[in-house]
Structure formats: structure tokens, C-alpha cells
């Protein structure tokens, strides 16, 4: 027998088998092992909830130490999100890798955007003659993703407007496909996504300004949309902090109106969707839950929402899948079943690499 074993016996999901669970030097197992000690009984077993679009290492003023990063990592951890993808921040966050009580982190680097067209000293700005070289910079600070900024206000106009021709868009996301990175973009309006799905993005982040065509073509090319519906919650205010510029204020409270069907429109069509919740400034960690029942309350099953923050989401990030046979035991225990959504608020047990907290 293995002196440190550990047993929980309940429901695994997604498969629906009641069974029992060990975890052995640090990894599952299925094979019973004698004498283990038992955690938990009667509960039901969850990969790993994944929050597909957070920033650790972010703050309202930019850049967080690394205390506030730790307390940001963990925050995520104890509510079930042990896979983060982190989205963009201006702080180097690699301490976190060697810390196996804190959740795993997919990197994007920091925002690429063209001079004065994102929040000031969060990302890399660079013109669009640059952007080729820029994604090439920060693919090699991320891990297999890059982040571009697709449209922002452009206070030329009074309202959003996107960053890059189509040209350098398409050298951009061609170069980064060559070094086997995948390519999303921030994008809020209607008028940017065109141009990004034309020039080959693997994703699109927030895409409150999705129609029809946009909609009918992602779904055909499997475009991930990661809505973040929590953060988009704010739009209001943000249309308020906007306000000497009208149109633009109009244009993100109309967003806001419509969110809910867009995303509700992408999902009947069969655009892929996974949960993140934006953490990292405005939005505190440790939301993973609220964007879960957020999609749902936009018309997503129950089942796909949990799916789209927990087995979904790893399935798509690439990463281990947390309750398999031999995976690193990365998985979360709860009182009932989480298809109840309400139920994620609460882990019973959390294992993160084995350990449990």
C-alpha cells in the first residue's frame, strides 16, 4: 500500500459513474488501494474548474507585487479554478510555476495594441508595422497563446473602432500559427471581428458585438468565444466613465442590452464557449462560479455551462484532464451535484497536484 493515499468515493463527472477515487503520489487512480485513507464519501467529483480569461498579476494601477499575485492565485484556487488562463498582464508571473499549492497559469504575454488604444501601461504598443515582430516578442513570454487588442475607443471617432488593417492582421496571425501559437483578441464591437475572422483568430474574448455572419462563420471554424459575461455586467458603468464621448457611451450600453442574446444566438449555433470571468482588476478572483450560472442564464444547458468551466475547457486549453486514469489529481469535491450551478459556490474538498485543501 502507499502510505499517503487518499480515497474519495462519489460521483465522477462527466461520466456519471459512482465510483471510488484515489489519489497516490500525487496522480489518480482507479485500482483500490488498501488501507487509503478516506477523505470524503458520497460526494460528486469534478475536473478542475478553469477560468479562461483572468489576469494574475493585475491590479486597478497596473502591475501587482507578488504577494498580491499569491493572493489572487489562491483566491482562484480555493473556489475550484485550478487552470487559469491568463489573459494578458504587465507583471511576470513564472514564480508561480514552482509553487505546487497554486494553480496551473497559461500565459498570453502581455496585450499587443497601437499607441493609445488600451488601458495605459498594461500592454505593448506598437504600430501597426510592428505587430508581426510584437507577436513574435510575446508568444516567446507566453505559453502557446498571444493576446491582440481588436478594437478599443478610438477618440478620433468618439467611438470603438479597430487597431490593425487587415494586411498586418493577417501577417500577424499567420506568424504566430507558424511558431505554434493560438491568436485571440479582445473585442467589444461589431466592426473589428470581420477583419480578425478573416485573418485566421483562434478566439475571440468578450464578442458582445457578435452577428449573425460572424456568428455562422466561428461556429464553422470553431472560433472560441470566452464571453465574460460578469465583466460585461460593468458595461453601464463603464458607458457612465465614458460619457464625454456619446456615441461611444451609447454604443456600450446598446452592447450590453444585447449580450445576452448574441451569446445565446452563438451557442444555439454551435460557436464554442468557455467560462472566464476577467479577474484582475475591476472584477475580483475567485468568480469562476457566477460566470458559470451567468452563461447558463443566457440560455447555455446546465450541463454545457459546468462543461464550460470544468472538462470542456481543459479539453480545449490542451492541459490534464484531472480525473482520468494516471492524471495529476487536479479536481474539486462537492456536497451535491454541481449541475446545480449553485452548488460550485461551495467545494467540499479541493486537490490541487495531489494535495488537498
Known amino acids: 500500500m502507499a502510505d499517503d493515499a487518499l480515497c474519495f468515493r462519489g460521483t465522477v463527472l462527466p461520466s456519471g459513474e459512482v465510483r471510488e477515487v484515489y489519489v497516490v503520489d500525487g496522480r489518480v487512480t482507479y485500482e483500490p488501494v488498501r488501507d487509503a485513507t478516506v477523505v470524503a464519501s458520497d460526494v460528486w467529483l469534478l475536473p478542475g474548474l478553469v477560468d479562461a480569461h483572468c489576469h494574475v498579476g493585475l491590479g486597478k ?20 479554478a485550478l487552470t487559469l488562463r491568463d489573459c494578458g ?55 502557446g497563446w498571444v493576446k491582440l487588442v481588436g478594437d478599443w475607443i478610438d477618440r478620433d471617432r468618439g467611438d470603438l473602432g479597430p487597431l490593425w488593417p487587415l494586411p498586418e492582421l493577417t501577417a500577424a496571425i499567420t506568424r504566430a500559427h507558424e511558431l505554434g501559437a493560438r491568436v485571440t483578441a479582445h473585442c467589444f464591437g461589431e466592426e473589428a471581428l470581420p477583419d480578425l475572422l478573416a485573418a485566421g483568430i483562434d478566439c475571440i474574448e468578450h464578442g458582445t458585438g457578435m452577428l449573425q455572419d460572424s456568428i455562422d462563420l466561428m461556429a464553422s471554424r470553431k472560433v472560441a468565444v470566452v464571453p465574460t459575461l460578469i465583466n460585461i455586467a460593468r458595461f ?26 448574441r451569446v445565446r444566438m452563438a451557442y444555439e449555433a454551435g460557436v464554442p464557449l468557455y467560462a472566464g470571468t476577467d479577474a484582475g482588476s475591476e472584477v475580483v478572483h475567485g468568480r469562476i462560479a457566477d460566470e458559470a450560472i451567468a ?25 490534464d484532464p484531472g480525473l482520468d486514469e494516471g492524471s495529476v489529481a487536479s479536481f474539486v469535491a462537492y456536497p451535491a451535484d454541481p449541475h446545480e450551478l449553485e452548488v460550485l459556490r461551495h467545494p467540499q474538498h479541493v486537490v490541487l497536484r495531489g494535495h488537498v485543501f
Do not use: N
Not at 497596473?62 to 473556489?79: H, K, N, W
Not at 443566457?298 to 450541463?303: H, I, T, Y
Open 89 to 143: 498582464v504587465p507583471a511576470d508571473t513564472r514564480w508561480i510555476d514552482d509553487r505546487s499549492d497554486l494553480p496551473q497559469i497559461l500565459r498570453h504575454g502581455r496585450h499587443i495594441a497601437s499607441p493609445k488604444r488600451h488601458t495605459r501601461d498594461i500592454g505593448v504598443e506598437v504600430e501597426p508595422s510592428g505587430l508581426v515582430a510584437a507577436v513574435e516578442e510575446e508568444i516567446a513570454r507566453g505559453d
Open 295 to 319: 452563461l447558463h442564464e443566457v440560455g447555455m444547458s446546465a450541463s454545457d455551462a459546468l462543461a464550460a468551466a470544468s472538462w470542456g475547457a481543459r479539453s480545449w486549453l490542451g492541459v
Open 236 to 261: 453601464p458603468q463603464i458607458a457612465e466613465m465614458g460619457a464625454k464621448y456619446p456615441v461611444y457611451a451609447d454604443h456600450m450600453r446598446a452592447l450590453h442590452k444585447t449580450v445576452g442574446e
Open 61 to 80: 494601477q497596473g502591475a501587482v507585487d507578488e504577494a498580491e499575485q499569491e493572493r489572487q492565485a489562491s483566491t482562484d484556487r480555493d473556489a475550484g
